[in-house]
């Protein structure tokens, strides 16, 4: 793995790579406030094994990329999607295998919508083409929203005081235990680490403020611009235990697009968990092979 610093207007971003930059690109971008690191090692180091050169960052206020101040300069999902932009540029790549989890798929929606050219193929994981039930607003789809359990759960937790290091981070892996759903197990063994981790790298404490307000301040709807669209290949795969964005969005989004193609796994909730990871790698790889 390399870890170099990219800049972008007045930030830097910080990327990891695997594998070899003459081969093809997969970008993997990550949800709100998460850090590229959330991106499963081994499922990174296949991909590279299997001949693709992969690429995970840091949004920006998130990990070692630089912070915003949003009040001063604030920004959307597609000013995130410009981010990425900047690091193909700077690795001289002209189409990359694009892959984004839950906010991150948002992001990959709005590449694919702006930056045509750039985008070889979508893969959506644990996310939707119509957020607004996230917004607590049903329309006419009815799509749902979060677990009122998982609403429920999270708000008492964040209603305790956090006032040590410890407090926090065993805070993050009770929310990511949340987000795993209730039918898989969550191994504490994998995801304390990576929390330990997070809050180690974490430069600032903006990121779910100001995600939250980037994602406010982008089309919550996005079927109908991807329905104008030349729609590159896309893959949908989702979690049939996901309490934070519901099934029901995956199977939305297979109809409204009916040129995807569609994964459900049973038990994975709204979690990278590795006990998914070989179907997950598997389900990638076969779509990146069939734009070649």
């Not at 709204?270 to 006990?275: A, E, G, K, P, T």
């Amino acid at each position: 793995m390399q870890e170099l610093f990219i800049p972008h207007r007045d930030l830097k971003l910080c990327v990891q790579t695997f594998g070899n930059a003459t081969d093809p690109a997969v970008v993997l971008i990550t949800g709100a406030a998460g850090q590229g690191i959330l991106w499963n090692q081994i499922l990174c180091k296949d991909l590279a094994k299997a001949g693709y050169f992969v690429i995970r960052f840091d949004h920006r206020d998130t990990g070692l990329s630089s912070g915003i101040d949003f009040d001063l300069s604030p920004y959307n999902l597609k000013d995130m999607a410009e981010d990425i932009l900047s690091i193909l540029d700077y690795f001289h790549i002209k189409k990359a295998h694009y892959v984004g989890m839950s906010m991150g798929g948002y992001i990959a929606q709005f590449a694919a919508i702006h930056f045509p050219k750039k985008v070889l193929t979508l893969s959506l994981l644990m996310t939707t083409i119509n957020s607004l039930a996230m917004r607590g607003v049903r329309g006419i789809h009815n799509l749902p929203g979060q677990d009122l359990r998982v609403v429920k759960q999270l708000s008492e937790m964040y209603q305790m005081p956090r006032s040590t290091l410890e407090d926090r981070i065993k805070t993050l892996v009770s929310t990511w235990e949340l987000f795993n759903g209730f039918k898989a197990e969550f191994s504490y063994d994998e995801w304390y680490p990576l929390a330990e981790e997070s809050y180690r790298r974490a430069k600032t404490k903006s990121a779910v403020r100001n995600h939250r307000l980037a994602v406010l301040n982008s089309p919550a709807d996005r079927t109908q611009m991807l329905k104008t669209i030349d729609l590159p290949p896309t893959l949908i795969i989702h979690g049939a235990a996901d309490p934070i964005i519901q099934v029901p969005h995956a199977h939305y989004g297979h109809k409204q697009l009916p040129q995807t193609k569609l994964l459900v796994i049973e038990k994975m909730g709204h979690l990278l968990s590795s006990v998914f990871i070989s179907e997950i790698e598997d389900a990638l790889l076969n779509h990146f092979s069939s734009s070649k």
